[in-house]
């Protein structure tokens, strides 16, 4: 049972552009939101977050919304650039406490120059 | 380094074989993570250590896996007598300990160790 689901595998966007990435997630019990960029043959990194007491994050080209009555969120990049090019993931947690992230399966953002 | 290093980078081991997966958390660090990631799909839970406590371990798929933290500092994940189907990159993760009035804060990961067994 998927606990937090980003339906589109991929995406591809025109460079200056504005990129949309959506999550959702079932377990009312999150309250804490991440995404994380990744590249070929790396690790994770962080990009941004998002607890449920905002419904807006916004960091340089990076803006994350949370619609908590929807259980849903998404990752807007305006503009988007070809460096942005990799695979994006939703991660959640509980707020304030050491437990684990759970992650979507990824969306593979291209942008195209 | 200043960041989550792990090793080896790739490591491929015969079915049957026993492997050892090594993370260096960054310094200070209180909380450290291990994930399996399939190829195509998002990284999945394995275990959880809070220094050297193992806190939670309920996403180890069988008792092949054994993680241990017994400093608090560096972690190994160890597979027994590896199967196909432990075929995955492993990752790591360190997080400090929340901010005194409960303030999460994110996860750094490592470059992960992709196991082929063959």
């Known amino acids: 049972d998927q606990q937090v689901k980003q339906n589109s595998p991929s995406l591809s966007v025109q460079e200056g552009r504005i990129s949309i990435l959506n999550c959702d997630y079932t377990?009312?019990?999150?309250?804490?939101f991440l995404w994380y960029k990744k590249y070929p043959a790396e690790g994770p990194t962080f990009l941004i977050s998002?607890?449920?007491?905002?419904d807006k994050n916004e960091d340089g080209r990076f803006t994350v919304f949370l619609n908590k009555s929807a259980k849903h969120l998404s990752l807007h990049i305006v503009p988007s650039q070809p460096g942005d090019s990799a695979v994006y993931f939703c991660?959640?947690?509980?707020?304030?406490?050491?437990?684990?992230?759970?992650f979507g399966k990824g969306t593979r953002l291209s942008v195209i120059a | 380094g200043a960041g989550v290093s792990q090793s080896p980078r790739y490591k491929v081991a015969k079915r049957g074989q026993d492997v050892a997966l090594r993370c260096d958390p960054i310094?200070?660090?209180?909380?450290l993570f291990w994930y399996q990631q399939a190829l195509g799909q998002g990284p999945e839970f394995l275990t959880y250590?809070?220094?050297?406590?193992?806190?939670?371990k309920s996403g180890l798929p069988s008792d092949r896996f054994f993680a241990e933290r017994p400093e608090g500092s560096v972690s190994t994940l160890k597979i027994q007598r590896t199967q196909q189907e432990d075929s995955a990159v492993y990752l790591c993760?360190?997080?400090?300990?929340?901010?005194?009035?409960?303030?999460?804060?994110?996860?750094?990961f490592g470059q992960g160790t992709r196991l082929t067994v063959v």
């Open positions: 993760a360190s997080r400090r300990n929340r901010l005194t009035g409960g303030k999460n804060t994110e996860a750094f």
């Open positions: 377990n009312s019990m999150f309250d804490y």
């Open positions: 998002i607890s449920s007491i905002k």
């Open positions: 991660a959640a947690s509980r707020y304030g406490g050491n437990t684990p992230l759970v």
């Open positions: 310094s200070g660090h209180v909380s």
């Open positions: 250590f809070q220094n050297e406590a193992q806190l939670d």
